[in-house]
C-alpha cells in the first residue's frame, strides 16, 4: 500500500434533564440534524457540565437555562448504570473527545476524557457499543481521542501514556484486549478508509499505521513518520487536533502550539493554501474541522477569564466568518455534527 495515492444551577439541572431523557428528545433532535443538512449542529465537549451537547447551530447565542431547545442532544455517563463500572465520578472529570461516526448503518459518538474514560456511545440512545478505562491515579494515561475501524475495534489515543492503545472492542462492549504502539504526546486519531491506515497526531509527528493481525487479535504497525512544522527550531511543535479535511479527502487537518495546517497525503508535505487560511491559522487551536456542502470551517480556542485555561465558551466559523457562543460554558473541543 502506497500513502502517495451542591445544590445545582438551573443550567445544571437543565442539561442532566436532557441527558436523562435523551432517549425521548432525541428523536425530534435527529430529525433535526437531517432535516438541516446544509447548517450542521455543532457537538461539543463542555467541561463545565461535564457533558458533551449537540447544539443547535442556527441559534448565534446557546443558553439552555433560557432555551433548553437549544441542546439538541446530551450525554453523560454520571449516573448511568451502563457506565458504573468505568468510575466516571473521577474519570469523566474532563471530557476532551466527540465526534459522530457511522458503523454498521448506525450513529455513535466516540468520547474520551481526561482521566480515563473512553467509549464508543450509541446515538441517540446513549447505549454502550464500548467503553473502557485508561488508568488512575500515578498511572493515568490522559486519553484525548479515539476512533472506531472498519471491523468495529477502537482506537485511543493517550498523551500522557505517550501511545495509541487499540481495543478489540469489537468483541463486546467490556473488551479490555488490546495492543499499544508508542507515540509520544499522543492526541488525535483518524482512520483513512482511502488508505486504509490509521493516522494518529503526537508531540512532533504526524504518523499512519497498519493494522495488521486479526479482529480479535489486533496488531499496529508504523507505515510513516512525518515530522510536524515547528515555529522555531529545536521547539517541539505540540500536535494538538487531527481531523479529516472532508472538502478535500486527500488531506487531513493538523493543529499544532502556534498554527493550522492542512497535510496533502499524496504530496506528504503540510500546507496553508487552504481559504481562510490566515484566518484560521493561530495558536492554540484545540478543534477544527470544515463542512464539504459550504465549505464553512468551525474551529476554537482557549479564552482568558475563565475555571480552566483550556476552556472557551465561543465556537469560531469561518468563510463566511461569525460566531456561536455557549453561555457559561467551558468548551474543550467543538466540532461540526457530520456522521460519516
Known amino acids: 500500500m502506497s500513502l502517495d495515492s451542591s445544590i445545582p444551577s438551573r443550567r445544571h439541572v437543565l442539561l442532566g434533564a436532557a441527558a ?48 433548553p431547545t437549544v441542546v439538541r442532544w446530551a450525554f453523560s455517563p454520571l449516573g448511568d448504570t451502563r457506565y458504573r463500572d468505568l468510575e466516571p465520578e473521577t474519570s469523566w472529570i474532563y471530557p476532551d473527545e466527540a465526534k459522530a461516526r457511522r458503523y454498521r448503518d448506525r450513529t455513535f459518538v466516540l468520547t474520551t476524557a481526561s482521566f480515563g474514560f473512553a467509549a464508543v456511545v450509541e446515538y441517540p440512545t446513549g447505549r454502550r457499543y464500548w467503553a473502557g478505562g485508561l488508568g488512575a491515579g500515578d498511572d493515568l494515561l490522559n486519553p484525548h481521542s479515539a476512533e472506531i475501524l472498519p471491523d468495529g475495534n477502537v482506537a485511543v489515543a493517550c498523551s500522557t501514556g505517550a501511545l495509541v492503545r487499540l481495543f478489540a472492542a469489537s468483541l463486546g462492549p467490556n473488551a479490555t484486549r488490546y495492543v499499544d504502539a508508542e507515540l509520544k504526546g499522543a492526541h488525535g486519531l483518524h482512520w483513512d478508509e482511502g488508505h486504509d491506515v490509521l493516522w494518529a497526531l503526537g508531540d512532533d509527528e504526524l504518523v499512519a499505521y497498519e493494522v495488521t493481525g486479526s479482529r480479535v487479535r489486533p496488531g499496529l504497525r508504523q507505515h510513516l513518520a512525518v515530522s510536524l512544522p515547528v515555529a522555531t527550531p529545536g521547539t517541539s511543535a505540540g500536535g494538538h487536533d487531527l481531523s479529516p479535511v472532508l472538502g478535500r479527502p486527500d488531506r487531513l487537518w493538523v493543529t499544532t502550539n502556534a498554527s493550522v495546517y492542512q497535510y496533502d497525503i499524496a504530496s506528504r508535505t503540510f500546507t496553508q493554501d487552504f481559504p481562510g487560511a490566515s484566518e484560521i491559522s493561530r495558536k492554540s487551536v484545540k478543534a477544527v474541522g470544515d463542512d464539504p456542502r459550504t465549505g464553512q470551517v468551525l474551529s476554537n480556542t482557549p479564552e482568558s477569564g475563565l475555571e480552566q485555561s483550556w476552556w472557551t465558551t465561543t465556537v469560531s466559523l469561518h468563510q463566511p466568518t461569525d460566531s456561536r457562543k455557549l453561555v457559561n460554558g467551558g468548551i474543550y473541543k467543538a466540532r461540526w455534527w457530520l456522521p460519516r
Open 20 to 67: 436523562a431523557g435523551a432517549g425521548l428528545a432525541l428523536g425530534t433532535a435527529g430529525q433535526a440534524v437531517a432535516g438541516h443538512r446544509s447548517v450542521p449542529p455543532v457537538v461539543v465537549t463542555d467541561q463545565a457540565s461535564k457533558q458533551l451537547l449537540v447544539l443547535d447551530s442556527r441559534a448565534d447565542v446557546w443558553d439552555p437555562a433560557i432555551d
